[in-house]
């Protein structure tokens, strides 16, 4: 096989990635920017969308769900500028809620 072959079969599988991320076919955005590693964030997770749509799905959803919030405020912290257009709550290092 000419090398030229082998180029063109390349560049027409990068071509095909792009264009179906573009049509929302695929999702290539890294979604695990904060350092985490594996999931669907991973390099290998393309196969998986594509070749598994399902457990794809399922390990989003899962990722989603690992995020904790921040807690809900207690009926004894007062406003916490809620009336004032701004929430802010501060966090001891263990992640509760200062008093």
Not at 14 to 29: E, P, Q
Not at 54 to 75: C, F, G, K, N, Y
Request: aromatic letters at 6%.
């Amino acid at each position: 096989m000419d090398w030229w072959v082998v180029l063109g079969i390349a560049i027409a599988i990068i071509v095909m990635a792009l264009v179906a991320n573009h049509k929302g076919w695929i999702d290539l955005s890294d979604k695990h920017r904060s350092g985490r590693g594996g999931g669907s964030g991973s390099g290998l997770g393309i196969g998986d969308e594509v070749f598994h749509p399902t457990r794809h799905e399922a390990q989003v959803e899962m990722d989603r769900q690992t995020v904790l919030p921040a807690p809900a405020p207690i009926p004894g912290d007062g406003d916490k500028g809620v009336y004032r257009g701004r929430v802010q709550i501060a966090l001891d290092d263990d992640g509760t809620p200062k008093r």
